[in-house]
């Protein structure tokens, strides 16, 4: 009974969407000579997947897939377009009670000033012990957009669990809408939005939830000098099915203005203020801020100088406490030679918290590209922070001293014009002494595409990477691929793959293996036709051996 009670329960959603369906096809029909542009467009498309397990003992699985997708596109008065959308998919597994049928049909309005779509999905799924669950799916998304008048975004998603044996029927509905609105300097925006859930279990469950927000912006700029103020807040009231009441309320203010003094000299400054309250009859706020003023020199075209200092909220165990800072930077980029280029920086801040004493905080940063030769190219980057910690934080080793590095190397290669070599190298390493780390992690990878022919190209790729600790143990990849093009309707390609541990492979999509061996056919035999096919062996010679065979056959339409 629960299945046909679409329309006394519900309903209106989906008569409305009925209504306007039938208003828009009369009114499509009154205009017949003033409709133009009429196009059908869409697919028809059969994939069959089988993964053989002939070495374990798990069952082979198999599958069938069916979809049938429909376009119909309409421009009325070259003014409004009409497209409507219709869809059918079904998979189902062969030998198992496992299916899933998922038909959509959809209609979408679009015109300068406004649009809307609706759309309706029913949708039935089959568990593995046999077990149907029905979901009900409606949904509507509205626009106005008409210039000088408010933007306006307005959405209505309503989802229907039907009851299915001790499972109860329950239902969502959400709700929202969003304005924005510009005049001159100013922004204003709200939104609002309401979600509720109903249950059949144990009686009339009942669960809410209330979002509304708004903002307002301010911003100016003239030569010379920028500002800008925004404001917003959030606020959320969530009611659950047994009375409980928790609320949320978020308000930030955030500024910024830029001042140019003098034609080599500017002046900046950016604060920010955030107040977080959440709670559930206990209140627990929080308050965050930063801020910085800064004053930046540009002595030439390439050095620049920057000082200044700020404020912000920084966590200590569990206290929260203002630090401020004062920094000064020198950084300076640019030419070298002919084929080089490079930058490099160095900051010094000196940080004070709340009864400790002052910490200084270094970091400098090198980076460099040059062309070494004709057809090679090479990048560095160097990048180190030295500081003290806090008496309330130490590393595990009791050392309040903390320095950590990250370098990058970078070669690219052209020995031939068919032929691309890629070398790339990192490290991280943390610790007391720059020399001295306490932990230290690499990765470095080659990577090389040969392209004897246009339509010939092979590629390999040689990955390796080691985590912070001393015991793990490295991560290596290994991949290849080859593919061949003869014609435009046709392309033949292969692949390898090889890791040190088991994972999700993207070659397969499903499966995770150590190792595998994949093939792959693309053709198109007729103009609207198209076919590919596919065979991958995962882990061969091993207990978690898997063949995955795959075909699929699809057919266009085109008006």
Same mark, same amino acid.
């Given at each position: 009974m629960h299945a046909d009670a679409d329309g006394a329960r519900g309903g209106p959603p989906l008569l409305i969407a009925a209504w306007l369906a039938l208003a828009l =096809?009369?009114?499509?029909?009154?205009?017949?000579?003033?409709?133009?542009a009429q196009t059908i467009r869409g697919y028809a498309q059969v994939q069959y997947e089988l993964q053989d397990r002939r070495v374990s003992a798990e069952r082979d699985l198999e599958w069938w897939n069916?979809?049938?997708h429909l376009d119909y596109g309409l421009r009325v008065a070259q003014k409004l377009d009409i497209t409507a959308q219709g869809e059918w998919n079904d998979l189902s597994y062969v030998g198992r009670p496992d299916r899933q049928?998922?038909?959509?049909?959809?209609? !979408?309005?679009?015109?300068?000033?406004f649009g809307g779509h609706i759309s309706y999905r029913p949708l039935r799924v089959t568990d593995a012990l046999g077990v149907t669950t029905r979901q009900r799916e409606t949904t509507f998304n509205g626009y106005v957009n008409r210039a000088g008048w408010p933007r306006l975004n307005a959405s209505y998603v309503r989802r229907r669990q039907l009851a299915q044996g001790l499972m109860p029927e329950a239902t969502g509905v959400r709700r929202t809408i969003a304005a924005s609105h510009e005049a001159g300097p100013f922004q204003l925006r709200g939104s609002w939005g309401h979600i509720t859930r109903e249950s059949e279990l144990a009686g009339e469950s009942r669960s809410s939830q209330v979002d509304w927000g708004g903002g307002a912006e301010w911003a100016l700029a003239r030569p010379g000098s920028a500002a800008r103020i925004g404001i917003d807040t959030q606020r959320s009231r969530r009611k659950g099915a047994r009375g409980a009441v928790e609320h949320t309320e978020v308000h930030s203010v955030n500024a910024n203005a830029t001042r140019r003094i003098q034609r080599r000299l500017d002046a900046s400054t950016t604060y920010s203020f955030r107040y977080t309250d959440v709670g559930n009859g206990l209140s627990d706020a929080i308050r965050d801020h930063e801020g910085v003023a800064l004053l930046r020199y540009r002595a030439t075209g390439a050095v620049t100088a920057t000082t200044g200092g700020g404020v912000r909220t920084a966590r200590v165990e569990d206290r929260r406490v203002t630090e401020r800072y004062a920094l000064v930077t020198l950084a300076a980029q640019g030419r070298v030679r002919a084929g080089w280029t490079g930058s490099a920086g160095l900051t010094r801040s000196l940080n004070w918290l709340p009864g400790e004493p002052s910490r200084l905080i270094d970091?400098? $940063?090198?980076?460099?590209r040059m062309r070494l030769a004709r057809g090679l190219d090479a990048v560095a980057q160097t990048q180190v922070t030295a500081g003290r910690a806090p008496s309330a934080v130490a590393d595990t080793s009791g050392q309040r001293v903390r320095v950590t590095a990250q370098t990058t190397l970078g070669l690219a290669a052209t020995p031939l014009r068919p032929v691309t070599i890629r070398y790339s190298w990192s490290e991280y390493r943390r610790g007391s002494g720059l020399f001295a780390p306490e932990a230290t992690s %690499?990765?470095? $990878?080659?990577?090389? !595409?040969?392209?004897?022919?246009?339509?010939l190209q092979f590629t390999g790729t040689? $990955? !390796?990477? %080691?985590?912070l600790s001393a015991g793990d143990a490295p991560v290596t990849t290994k991949q290849a691929t080859a593919q061949w093009t003869p014609h435009a309707a046709l392309q033949i390609s292969g692949s390898y793959l090889r890791g040190s541990s088991g994972r999700l492979d993207p070659i397969t999509q499903s499966l995770i293996g150590r190792e595998v061996y994949?093939?792959?056919?693309?053709?198109?035999p007729?103009?609207?036709? %198209?076919?590919? =096919?596919?065979?991958?062996?995962?882990?061969?010679?091993?207990? $978690?051996h898997v063949r995955q065979w795959n075909l699929s056959l699809t057919r266009n339409f085109r008006r």
């Open positions: =096809a009369a009114w499509i029909g009154v205009l017949p000579r003033r409709a133009a069916r979809t049938v049928i998922n038909p959509r049909g959809a209609l !979408r309005v679009a015109h300068r000033d970091a400098a $940063s090198v980076s460099s %690499r990765a470095d $990878s080659w990577d090389a !595409r040969w392209a004897p022919k246009r339509s040689l $990955s !390796r990477a %080691r985590g994949g093939l792959r056919l693309l053709a198109a007729m103009r609207d036709w %198209r076919l590919q =096919a596919s065979l991958n062996a995962v882990d061969p010679g091993r207990p $978690s």
